[in-house]
């Protein structure tokens, strides 16, 4: 059975940090196209970062130079450090490859 597990989100003050986790079961996080996407409150999900296989990076305009996707292909985990967070960095975090989405993890930044 495959599945994806995020954990690390957390309640965090405007410019603060946070490190997101996304464990892979019953597959190989490093064979897959990796994304991490997100949906604030009101709004639909929104794509956020891509890691390749090969390591290629992209990440959509609002985050780029503030979070980073990487990958520990020893522990299978796919990552996403996120810094300098804003209030609109609020939503939920879900990691997501073609076989499905994880649970998701909550991000909450403010005051």
């Known amino acids: 059975q495959v599945h994806l597990v995020e954990s690390g989100g957390g309640l965090v003050q405007p410019g603060g940090s946070l490190r997101l986790s996304c464990v892979g079961s019953g597959m190989l996080l490093s064979n897959y196209d990796m994304n991490w996407y997100r949906q604030a409150p009101g709004k639909s999900r929104e794509w956020v970062a891509l890691?390749?296989?090969?390591?290629?990076?992209k990440y959509v305009d609002s985050v780029k130079g503030r979070f980073s996707i990487y990958r520990d292909n020893a522990e299978n985990t796919l990552y996403l450090q996120m810094d300098n967070l804003t209030p609109e960095d609020t939503a939920i975090y879900y990691c997501?490859?073609?076989?499905?989405w994880g649970q998701g993890t909550q991000v909450t930044v403010s005051s």
């Open positions: 890691m390749t296989p090969s390591g290629n990076t």
């Open positions: 997501y490859n073609r076989n499905g």
